[in-house]
T-cell receptor, first 113, second 114 residues
Framework: KQEVTQIPAALSVPEGENLVLNCSFT??????LQWFRQDPGKGLTSLLL?????REQTSGRLNASLDKSSGRSTLYIAASQPGDSATYLC????????????FGQGTTLQVKP | DAGVIQSPRHEVTEMGQEVTLRCKPI?????LFWYRQTMMRGLELLIY????????DSGMPEDRFSAKMPNASFSTLKIQPSEPRDSAVYFC????????????FGSGTQLSVL
């Protein structure tokens, strides 16, 4: 059974720091992996999607990497800003023939001014 | 596009009552998903549809839960009878396919069953 873990559960950093959020999964046979952002009381916003054949994806100050063989993904946020404060979740899609995503519990990030 | 629209935003009801949650997906999206989020279990897929047909309902907790998609622009998730343990945030999401495209979420319905 696929399990997705995100450590730490919470992180607080000063503004301007570069930071890395971690996601690990137990079964390396995944189709793709997505990183989402969730603001309090809101739905999830997809940030980056990495296919299993890819090693990384970039969008602005965000860079997500994927190492399937080791069952790990990281989300790198450069020059963090208070507006980056939110909960970040990763989710894996087990195969191409299912719409199911398996989510981690998320990392709640606070960026202090 | 207005995005995925859910209603109501908040629902407070008493145990035993019927609850109906509603969702309008993004126009042109063929896939619709219902997720439930709790502190204990995180985000869990309940059911998803492709072209209005239920594909995987293995996440539906029990017979008290039912979901329908009568047309491409509307879906409901019904709980009857509701129980306190059903209290959670219920999200609807849609996408244009399940392989390479991102998932778009609604703002969710916060359900409290007293």
């Amino acid at each position: 059974k696929q399990e997705v873990t995100q450590i730490p559960a919470a992180l607080s950093v000063p503004e301007g720091e570069n930071l890395v959020l971690n996601c690990s999964f137990t079964d390396s046979a995944i189709y793709n992996l997505q990183w989402f952002r969730q603001d309090p009381g809101k739905g999830l916003t997809s940030l980056l999607l990495i296919q299993s054949s890819q090693r990384e994806q970039t969008s602005g100050r965000l860079n997500a990497s994927l190492d399937k063989s080791s069952g790990r993904s990281t989300l790198y946020i450069a020059a963090s800003q208070p507006g980056d404060s939110a909960t970040y979740l990763c989710a894996v899609r087990p195969s191409s023939n299912t719409g199911k995503l398996i989510f981690g519990q998320g990392t709640t990030l606070q960026v202090k001014p | 596009d207005a995005g995925v629209i859910q209603s109501p935003r908040h629902e407070v009801t008493e145990m035993g009552q019927e609850v109906t949650l509603r969702c309008k997906p993004i126009s042109g999206h063929d896939y619709l998903f219902w997720y439930r989020q709790t502190m204990m279990r995180g985000l869990e897929l309940l059911i998803y549809f492709n072209n209005n047909v239920p594909i995987d309902d293995s996440g539906m907790p029990e017979d008290r839960f039912s979901a329908k998609m009568p047309n491409a622009s509307f879906s409901t998730l019904k709980i009857q009878p509701s129980e306190p343990r059903d209290s959670a945030v219920y999200f609807c999401a849609s996408s244009s396919d399940i392989v390479g495209e991102k998932l778009f979420f609604g703002s969710g319905t916060q359900l409290s069953v007293l």
